[in-house]
């Protein structure tokens, strides 16, 4: 990489320009994965079994586009760099694909399933041009391990935002702006998410500084998918961070977009889920805050370690809350569920960015191959391929457990919310395996890396 600045100290704009763009971008991807199966299941009234089929199908055309998107982003020379132009319209696009997606309720039969199953592919498609540039960004900004545990923080910390506000007030705006009208109120919520998308871009765009040059142009030269394909599956580190990211993605996922059955449907208490988002909202954010003392303290693989143990706890808590009648132990024990799952969220989503980074350097030290772009798009396809593997697994769930929309549900259907929620305790527990035997990114050997680059 060839310098564009020598200070080593970033500017505070940087930072917080860099934190707007992850607010604006996970805004809308909160608000697909927490309640577009709810959306298709409950108020457009596709089958679940189906809708997690169109989530499966559409990650197929994902493999393809996702290397393509990475090769185009790697061949772009703008004034503005590689990503900036990717970024901004990306998440143009995503954003009316977003306000497409909820949009489905307008449509019936064989339109209406060939619709979503449109939407939902370009939504995809849309989301990795704007994800992976931007992540691709952070090399670019600094090299120094020190100066990416500082600026991590900041779009963590408004990606967490977006993510708790996203999902406490979701409900609370369906029902106002759609005025007792859930189709009305999902698709201008999907309008509000468009529009801070697009915000949120701009506002990285302009103020965000490179401090180094993208790869450059003898290298980018000889760039190529064949090339692309060799940084990822000759990389073992990125290999590994990947194989548990997978594992990872799909257990909080499945949480994610059950979670909302299960508080309508086993707990009862609906309104409790907001108060479940919002307490994960404060502790995961006050987590972001103090990550890089907590990193200081107790060290980067800690506190990772703790970001996939912690899922495990809050799924038993919920569990635990169900069993019990209602009162002030059912609660706390659900608002301590949410703790967990706020710190999770935000300490994973933290670690794993600034581990994509790593294994970059490390594939740079092994290979002589620099290409942020093809790793942070391969993130993002394990993203969006755990989207989908939930997606439809859910479905496959919802139907076994024969679950019906808007009644109560039976006895049998109850306690098959309960098994499934083992689940992403299982797959948790098996992201920390392949991480403690496989990852060795770590301490001396990360140093030692970096030291050599």
């Known amino acids: 990489m060839k310098t564009l600045h020598t200070s080593h100290n970033l500017p505070f704009s940087t930072k917080i320009s860099y934190g707007i763009g992850g607010f604006g971008k996970d805004f809308g991807l909160v608000v697909v994965n927490t309640f577009l199966f709810f959306y298709y299941t409950d108020v457009v009234g596709i089958k679940a079994e189906i809708a997690g089929l169109i989530f499966l199908i559409a990650r197929f055309w994902d493999i393809v586009a996702d290397v393509f998107i990475a090769y185009l ?9 590689k990503y900036k132009p990717w970024i901004l319209a990306g998440n143009l696009l995503n954003g009316l694909a977003t306000v497409a997606l909820f949009s489905a309720h307008n449509f019936s039969g064989d ?3 060939a619709y979503v199953t449109l939407t939902y592919i370009l939504w995809g498609t849309t989301y990795t041009i704007s994800d992976a540039p931007f992540w ?30 996203a999902s406490a007030s979701a409900m609370v705006l369906i029902h106002l702006l759609g005025k ?27 103020w965000v500084k490179r401090n180094y040059k993208e790869d450059d142009m003898e290298d980018n030269h000889h760039f190529s998918i064949r090339t692309a394909l060799t940084i990822i599956t000759k990389n073992n580190q990125l290999l590994w961070l990947l194989t548990l990211a997978i594992f990872f993605i799909i257990s909080t996922n499945i949480t994610q977009a059950l979670n909302i059955y299960y508080f309508t449907y086993v707990i009862r208490e609906q309104q409790m889920f907001s108060y479940f988002m919002i307490v994960g909202g404060i502790f995961g954010v006050a987590s972001i805050l103090f990550f890089t003392r907590a990193v200081d303290l107790f060290g980067r693989k800690n ?13 038993l808590l919920l569990y635990l809350s169900s069993l019990l009648n209602h009162g002030w132990s059912v609660n706390i024990m659900i608002l301590c569920s949410g703790i967990f799952m706020g710190l999770a969220n935000a300490l994973y989503w933290l670690m794993i960015f600034i581990m994509v980074a790593d294994t970059i350097d490390y594939g740079d030290m092994k290979m002589g191959l620099r290409a942020e772009a093809v790793s942070y798009s391969a993130h993002s396809l394990i993203i969006k391929m755990g989207a989908a593997i939930t997606g439809f697994l ?17 006895s049998e259907t109850i306690n098959g919310f309960h098994l499934i929620y083992v689940v992403p305790s299982l797959l948790c527990l098996v992201s920390l395996y392949i991480y403690r035997k496989h990852y060795i990114l770590n301490d001396e050997m990360l140093i030692s890396v970096q030291l050599k680059l």
């Open 303 to 315: 506190i990772f370690i703790l970001s996939l143990l912690c899922p495990v706890a809050s799924c």
């Open 136 to 165: 691709s960004l952070l090399p670019t900004i600094t090299l120094d391990k020190k100066e990416r545990e500082t600026i991590m923080p900041w779009p963590r910390i408004f990606a967490s935002g977006a993510n708790y506000i």
């Open 73 to 81: 982003i790697s061949k772009t020379r703008t004034c503005w760099g």
């Open 180 to 206: 007792g009208n859930d189709a009305i109120g999902f698709m201008l919520l999907a309008v509000i998410c468009g529009t801070l998308s697009i915000i949120s871009a701009a506002v990285t765009c302009r």
């Open 111 to 113: 339109m209406l399933i």
């Open 394 to 410: 859910v479905g496959l769930m919802l139907d076994a457990i024969h679950y019906v929309p808007k009644v109560n549900q039976t």
